[in-house]
């Protein structure tokens, strides 16, 4: 690898590579053909790469961004159509070449990494083969070994620990952030002069999305590559880029430095986007204050561990620790958040909530009762007045009935009422949700994701529940349903006193609408704190870690670099000894490799689990 | 997060079109083939001509005759009416005899997928759902129960006692239901980790009520489609059992029977034998069409095409 | 290793549990159906107290499960028991001896008949099964490659066409063209390995259907898989990805057609054409033995049969979960 950077690094101080674009689009439009006829997906699209630099394309779900990325390549597909314009890049056209030449040129010289790492290798072929089958296959001037020897030198660049090893391992033996890594790695392996990123964080969990930024700019430098960065997130496309070009529905409506385009947007679409990015400390609005009432929910010391085959020894099983002694109370009337990133167990914890599941240790307390030992009718019971609502709109609802049948579902399971007590409850709750009475009889074809969610909410509060836990129920829809459903939680809370636990990967929106939140790592509560400290004064290190990464263009009490997480949470299988979240934390020190810290609960109600006193952490930079 | 419908083609299927009015994206899509259509007339004309054929045609399937032995089909020499597709050796008409062995054919063709269905398909979604011991023991027993061949099997207990209709559907159901059995739980088993299903428990749904209710409807008419294939399947059984001599019994015209006493008199009178095989062919062949165009079009829509 | 251990331990284990049930059931179900087998033995000659000593004497009074315990202990060294009725010097000799003169070793021996007839099976299946390659995987692949094109079209006419001919009709029919009507080939008994062919070609020809569609199902949908399309913008060719991609990862699904239900229909088709063509191999000695009502010999192939299927799909399970890894065993 040292060697190709050389030649690279000469070719860069070559004054004419400087002055040439790296690819040039010209007049670019592409159109879809439908049964309805032909929609323009993009018109008339005039970009730029310059050398060396990293041009930032920014458009929510819609503006035509992947087509646009895809066409970069060359790569459409019918029913998409290219009906006028060039690509042009070292000299030709793109779009005109043959399709052997414009084959020579995909991989070896133009590369292109999208926003799905998990499926984009063939699983059955350990990921450094298939990484030095394509090295193989565009520098075939390139020795085995020598081959083989950059694959595990680029692995190694990008930070993949025990690079030897993992060069051996199969795709479903990466992290979705590990796999990113290796599809970056096979994408720069050979060199390219540029680089295509579609969207390739959107999988990602923050602070591992800010690691591959962080990443992405270095090697980028090392590499002296260019770099095509497609995002809808306008927070992640401004850390990384230099220009920046804003899409709406296949036009091209502003382009701008990133600091000039934060600091003057022209284009009216350009500042809604900006005023759309979700502010966390910038607002204005007061985060819901604690109620000290009654406590409704109590989980304590609870505990679920799974058992998975263990494929390297006989007749072996190993533990997969998923909720590690979690516990923590829910008050009537108050919104309670339970954030976290991908794995840290939040998912599991909402299955014990909701009784799917009974914990192996502790207990889910509701109104005093432990719902582990409730069956038949108290059970029935327990659910009328405890319900939870799921994360995706699509699958939580079946296709093959009615909307009113689908909502008059848990009165007919629970016997409550006749059929026309049950026909007017539903009328009413769908009234109250904001779902037209026309569509009582027709089938979910054809709504959009806020609506079925509505259907789904709709269900679940006909049976008049106290308790709500959300389950990512949010996540799924666009900024403005999202602020919408949250009106309408609102509504309700004051009209029918229900209380919700709001389980997230939003920090935005839980900042927003919980009044005390709880952290998340490796299926433990590792802080929990109410709103403003948590978000402005946090006791945790990883919590801070989380909240410098949040992507947003504000500032931000705490810098991404001081709190830059290095690695990936390890595997719930071998926790390590010690804090578990010492091998990421920043400032782990030799106690934390031995002792576990617990949970100190501070004067103010507020806990956190670390070894280190409140306030020893670097002090905010941004004060409330 | 693709970004139009456009994209969608590119990307795999996504979780949104997949479960929307499947079974009648999957029949528009069968019946938009020409095959289809095409499949579906000959089975019409088939089904009334058995329906219809022993009222309109002046002959009759066991009646023998002497002077009308060995007598051609009608587009041959010496070929003569009522008897279109010829006589056998004992005088009988081959046209009718062929029908009434495929109304025979059909009949227990479809009650024997029908009861294959509904017991392997009940089975297959319990053990899915209910996983843990009971689907490993109910899973080893369709091993046990598919490690034995179909034929085997039948002959055994058919060589062994009298075969009835009865009893022939009863061997096939016996030997075919594992199939069912393991292909509704596989799919019960990724059904099972579905949001709505863990949403219908959630509301308070029984275990029962979320088979019976949530998870039938959603995976079963997939799989009817397929089932098609399998009438055609039983009916070449059902042959086959003829065949060997231990289906229905003479003097009921089966193609078995047909076809096998036909076999003496392969070089003088050979239509004995193969005009009813055509007939039995073209009727399993519509079927297999159909079938065949309808797994493709469920395989086109469950991989998200249109 | 350690995996193939563990997995080789399982599956023999539940292997040998799925045999010992069927055996049961098969044994069982022979003596609970009409006819009682010393009668077969011995004739209609013999008297009912010649009868009943001679059963006593043999053990077919005790108890089932005494019988089957007795006959399992003599499969383990090998020995399936002798035949009601075919002598050990080859022909029939059922029902012509009376009971004193009865001597169980004057029959022959189950397992050299199977022996015997094994090897003729073995020829006709294989050259059944290169056959229904022969067809089938041009075919397949062709229509899996060019998924909507001519030849998807073609893999479904001849699949359709081939599904819905019965073997017994085909048989009689390719009889009937390639023997009586030209001469071109023998087909009746065998006399050598020309006699092995037609009835292979009936043999592909019901398995063929199968093979193509799965194929070409298979390999339609790995060209549809994500990672197909990201490979050829990585820069590898089509034929690349392929040939070394889409065929791995659709050799999955084929393995496990191949030991689910391909085994079983080629055990059934074997059977069903043998008596056809009076092709001297196990499928011929079984369905005499039924109208014979030559018990040990078919619980002895079912037996085996069932070993034989539950063996191919062990191993053919280690093949799936050996190419692709996530897959459970």
Known sequence: MSASLATKTASANNPQASVAPVMEVRGLSVVVSTAAGERSILSDIDLTVAPRSVLGIIGESGSGKTVLSRAMVNWLKPPLAITRGSVRYDGRDLLTLPAATMAGLRGREIAYIGANPTSALDPTVPVGHQILEKLRAVAPELSPQAARQRVIDTLDAVRIPSPKQRFDEYPFQFSGGMMQRAMIVDALVSNPKLLIADNITQPLDVTVAAQILRLLRDLQKDFDTSIVFVSSSLGIVSEIADDMIVLDRGHIVERQSVTGLLATPEHVYTKELIAKVPKIWATAEAPPEPSSDTVVLDVRDVDKT???????????????????????????????????????????????????????????????????????????????????????????????????????????????????????????????????????????????????????????????????????????????????????????????????????????????????????????????????????????PYTRALLSAVPTVEAKPYRTGTYLLEGEPPDPIDIPPGCSFRTRCPFAFDRCATDDPSQTIYADGNASACHLPRNSLPAPELAH | MTSSTATAAASPATPKTRYRGVTARILRRAWGQTEMKLAASIFLALTLLTLFGPYVIDASATKMSVANKFLPPIFMEGGKLPHFLGTDQLGRDLLLRSLIGLRNAFAIGVVSVVGMFILGCAIGIYSGYRGGLTDVILMRLTDVQMSIPVVILAITVLGMSRPSPLTIIAVLILASWPVYARVARGVTLAERQKEYVRAAKILGASDLRIMVRHIAPSILPPIAFVAVLDVARMMIFEAIFGFIGIGIQPPTPTFGTIIASGTQYLLNAWWITIVPGVLLALALGSLNLMGGVLERARNHILQGGE | MAFAIEFFLRRISQGVVIVILVAFVIFTLLRIVPGDPIRIILGPMASATALEEKATELGLRDPIYVQFGRFMGQVTTGDFGRSFIRGAQGGSAGGSQDAVGYNPESRASVSALIANALPYSLQLAALGIAFAFLVAIPIGLGAGLRAGKWPDRLGLYVSSLFVSLPNIWVGVVLIFLLSAKTGWLPAIGYQGFAYTIIPAMVLAIELSPVMIRAISVSVAANLGEVYFDVGLVRGLSRRTMVAKHVLRNAAVPLLNLFGAQMIGMLLGGLFVVEYIFSYPGIGMLTINAVFQRDFPIIQAVAILASAALVAINMLVDFASTTIDRRLKF
């Open chain 1, 306 to 540: 799974y058992r998975v085959r263990d494929r390297k020894a006989i007749f072996a099983e190993r533990q997969v620790r998923a909720v590690r002694g979690v516990s923590f109370t829910v008050r009537r009337g108050e919104n309670f958040g339970i954030i976290g990133e991908s794995g840290c167990g939040k998912s599991t914890l909402s299955r014990l909530l909701s009784c799917l599941e009974q914990p192996d240790a502790g207990e889910i307390q509701f109104e005093g009762r432990d719902i582990a030992t409730l069956k038949g009718r108290d059970l029935l019971g327990l659910r009328r007045r405890f319900q939870l609502l799921l994360q995706d709109p699509y699958n939580a609802i079946a296709a093959h009935a009615s909307i009113g049948r689908t909502i008059a579902e848990p009165l007919l399971i629970h016997g409550l009422g006749n059929r026309r007590e049950i026909e007017q409850k539903v009328k009413d709750v769908m009234a109250e949700v904001g779902l037209a009475p026309t569509l009582y009889n027709q089938l979910p074809i054809g709504l959009s994701a806020g609506q079925r969610q509505r259907v789904n909410i709709a269900r679940a509060l006909v049976l008049e529940p106290e308790l709500l836990i959300l389950d990512e129920t949010l996540s799924s829809l666009d900024q403005v349903e999202q602020a919408k459903l949250l009106d309408l939680f609102e509504t309700l809370q004051v009209k029918r006193g229900i209380t919700y636990v709001y389980i997230s990967h939003d920090l935005a929106m839980v900042r927003r609408v919980c009044a005390r939140i709880a952290v998340m790592y490796l299926g433990r509560i590792v802080e929990l704190a109410d709103n403003d400290t948590m978000y402005w004064r946090s006791a945790h």
